[in-house]
């Protein structure tokens, strides 16, 4: 069985900031090291109002715009410094989960519309990349070691959905493991689309009769026994 599976909320559970929102909040953490400190205290303001909106789905795919601007400069540095903190948030049992997958033949892929340099680094330092074919995501590039630019592969929903299609999976072998509306094109594909739920609140994915809910990575396992029996 192939396996698909989202980062952000999925993979990373969100505490409550996912992994761009953490890198943002991580920035405007930094000490103040300028000559203008309104300027450094408006761009503060702005970015934490650039969260916000992300967390409540405002502006879509258009907050990449946003986030790009609030982190153009940074190190790269700093992005290990937030895998790292993104990495304890994997509990073992969930990386455990990934190993059994791996191990029992199933070919797992990560696809987000996310940022790949902090999925890959994340997956890596959680010590589970060697689990997955694939990690597929938008990218930064980078000019003398700080970011300044920003490599679209998935800006939208929908590209996730072209990616595993130009992979070679099909809905009948796959299954795709999501928690939000960036899913929902490759949930409504998958012959096996699974919500992954971890607080169990009520929510719109939760509420589509066509998606089984699980709570933990784990249940997967034994879901994806009881389909292919």
């Not at 909106?53 to 190190?75: C, E, P, Q």
């Amino acid at each position: 069985m192939n396996i698909v599976w989202d980062f952000d909320g999925t993979i990373l559970p969100l505490t409550p900031y996912d992994s761009e929102q953490s890198l943002l909040n991580y920035i405007i953490k930094k000490k103040y090291s300028g000559k203008n400190p309104f300027k450094f205290a408006l761009r503060r303001f702005i970015i934490r109002g650039i969260i916000y909106a992300d967390m409540k789905n405002l502006i879509g795919h258009r907050f990449k715009s946003f986030y790009l601007w609030a982190v153009k400069g940074t190190k790269k540095e700093v992005l290990d410094n937030i895998s790292q903190e993104l990495a304890l948030r994997i509990s073992l049992e969930d990386i455990q989960t990934y190993r059994q997958l791996h191990a029992a033949g199933h070919t797992q892929i990560l696809i987000s519309c996310g940022t790949e340099d902090l999925s890959r680094k994340t997956l890596a330092i959680a010590g589970i990349n060697r689990f997955f074919s694939a990690i597929i995501a938008n990218r930064f590039i980078f000019e003398k070691g700080v970011i300044s630019e920003f490599e679209y592969r998935t800006l939208k929903p929908e590209d996730k959905l072209k990616k595993v299609i130009s992979i070679g999976f099909l809905p009948s072998n796959t299954v795709v493991v999501g928690d939000g509306p960036t899913d929902i094109p490759l949930l409504n594909w998958s012959g096996f689309p699974i919500v992954l739920n971890r607080k169990g609140e009520r929510d719109t994915l939760k509420l589509c009769k066509k998606y089984t809910t699980i709570r933990q990575p784990k249940e997967l396992i034994n879901y994806i026994e009881s389909v292919e029996n």
